[in-house]
């Protein structure tokens, strides 16, 4: 079956402006996540979704970042009023549920950069 | 705080074993992950340890040690392909829905 995408793949956007990152997670997947990796770098939890909910947002970097999550399947990301520091590949996870945690899908990423 | 140590990198021959360590601190414990990631991939899932003892799958085994707070993934018979980054993991017990990765193990294989 289908695996966990992500759009855009690529993001190249100037300093100051919003961006949005879009996951579709696999279908079935009550349990949605947002990482962020910087070059070299491990991943950076950001948040996470049991459904709509997400019940702990103090992963989120700064104010500057939301997430949403609609119908239980697609996420989105947002930056905004980006800065340089925010240039990093935004990846997207699912897995059955909470209890799942364990074995999560990874989408492919998006590749942001903040001119 | 939770915190895991792995070794940044490790070299390794065609054909060869190889075992990446992972040590962890964390005020509670649920499980040990690992996951693969090529260079410009996204990560994969390849195993997870509960309990004390070895998990086989294939050439990868993983191997996990309560009691000691550690845990290791063996790489047998080594292939080019293996050559990616390995990641250990485990999750935050003040957040359910959250894993902690370490920073992950460069492993190169050389013909």
């Known amino acids: 079956g289908a695996g966990v995408s992500q759009s855009p793949s690529n993001k190249v956007t100037e300093k100051g402006k919003d961006v949005e990152l879009r996951c579709d997670p696999i279908?079935?997947?009550?349990?949605l996540y947002w990482y962020r990796q910087s070059l070299g770098q491990g991943l950076e939890f950001l948040i996470y979704?049991?459904?709509?909910?997400?019940?702990?947002k103090s992963g989120l970097p700064s104010d500057r970042f939301s997430a949403e999550r609609t119908g239980g399947s697609v996420s989105t990301l947002t930056i905004q009023r980006t800065q340089q520091e925010d240039s990093a590949v935004y990846l997207c996870?699912?897995?059955?549920?909470?209890?799942?945690?364990?074995?999560?899908?990874f989408g492919p990423g998006t590749r942001l950069t903040v001119t | 705080g939770q915190s895991l140590e792995q070794p940044s990198e490790v070299t390794a021959v065609e054909g060869a074993i190889v075992q990446i360590n992972c040590t962890y601190q964390t005020s509670g414990f649920y499980g040990l992950s690992w996951y693969q990631q090529h260079d410009g991939g996204a990560p994969t899932f390849l195993s997870y340890n509960a309990l004390d003892g070895l998990e086989e799958t294939g050439r990868f085994s993983s191997f996990l040690s309560r009691s000691d707070s550690y845990g290791y993934l063996l790489l047998q018979e080594l292939q080019m392909k293996d050559s990616a980054s390995y990641f250990c993991a485990v999750r935050d017990p003040g957040n359910t829905g959250k894993l902690i990765f370490g920073q992950g193990t460069t492993l190169q294989v050389k013909p």
């Open positions: 279908s079935g997947h009550t349990a």
């Open positions: 979704f049991q459904g709509n909910s997400a019940p702990d």
């Open positions: 996870a699912s897995s059955l549920g909470e209890t799942a945690i364990y074995e999560q899908y």
